[in-house]
């Protein structure tokens, strides 16, 4: 399946256009704007870290079973966000769009979770990660889960250290939670026990603190991986200090 918006829940067909709900949705949503280098990341993108050659050696094989038109279509739902605009941009009918986009989601195994877009993003932003002639099986072997394989994992560690050192520890459990939710503010406050209110300032507060664009895409992706790759058990949910039943409020009015 495709989500409606990337990183988002997806239902059976995505949507026609990106929606764009008002500030106090239950359901409020970022939608990713293009597919570019992670926005503000600069030398802390994961791009920075991974040989080139084994990314695309990697990328290669996560894409293989596209066909050039398919990995298009993708391409342009992650830098719209939406079907109409990706066929309005690929000049093709918006129902030839889903067909592509379910197709290639059903081909990379799904479009549903953080990882498998994080991948994705990751995947199709690789320098040397060329579409084949036609979509089938390679000899490279199945492609590492985690892109933070492709180096060692102690450079992995560091880069993602690196990256979310300004967060504190309930800043990056509400910032995986919230990832885990595909982006969906409602379900991620009621499993961290926050008001959504509450949570939409601690995920702006995280955005200034690491000077980044969480509206991105490819933003959100290095950022998941990062907190995948430091996870443990003081990153649940139950690690976060509570009184009453409900999460403590964080100073600074977050």
Do not use: C, K
């Not at 990995?71 to 941009?89: D, K, P």
Request: hydrophobic share 40%; charged share 20%.
């Amino acid at each position: 399946m495709v989500p409606t918006t990337i990183g988002f829940p997806l239902p059976e067909s995505p949507s026609e256009s990106r929606p764009q709900p008002p500030a106090d949705s239950d359901t409020e949503a970022i939608a990713a704007t293009d597919l570019v280098p992670a926005a503000g990341l600069g030398d802390r993108a994961l791009l920075r870290i991974i040989p080139p050659d084994r990314l695309a050696a990697w990328a290669s094989s996560l894409l293989s079973p596209l066909t050039p038109a398919q990995r298009q279509a993708l391409e342009g739902w992650l830098r719209t966000g939406s079907v109409g605009a990706t066929a309005q941009m690929l000049g093709i009918s918006r129902g030839t769009t889903r067909s592509r986009l379910r197709t290639a989601g059903e081909r990379l195994g799904g479009l549903d979770t953080p990882l498998a877009l994080a991948r994705l993003s990751l995947a199709l932003r690789a320098p040397a990660a060329g579409p084949t002639d036609s979509a089938g099986p390679t000899d490279a072997g199945p492609p590492a889960a985690l892109p933070t394989e492709l180096v060692d994992a102690a450079s992995a560690r560091r880069w993602a250290t690196e990256l979310t050192e300004p967060l504190d520890t309930p800043q990056r459990i509400a910032l995986r939670v919230w990832f885990g939710h595909l982006g969906s503010v409602a379900p991620a406050a009621e499993e961290l026990g926050l008001h959504r209110t509450t949570l939409r300032r601690w995920l702006e507060e995280i955005g200034r603190l690491l000077d980044v664009d969480l509206s991105s895409a490819t933003v959100r992706a290095d950022l998941y991986l990062a907190l995948e790759t430091l996870a443990g058990q003081d990153g649940s949910p139950g690690a976060l200090p509570r009184r009453g039943g409900r999460t403590y409020q964080r100073p600074g009015n977050l």
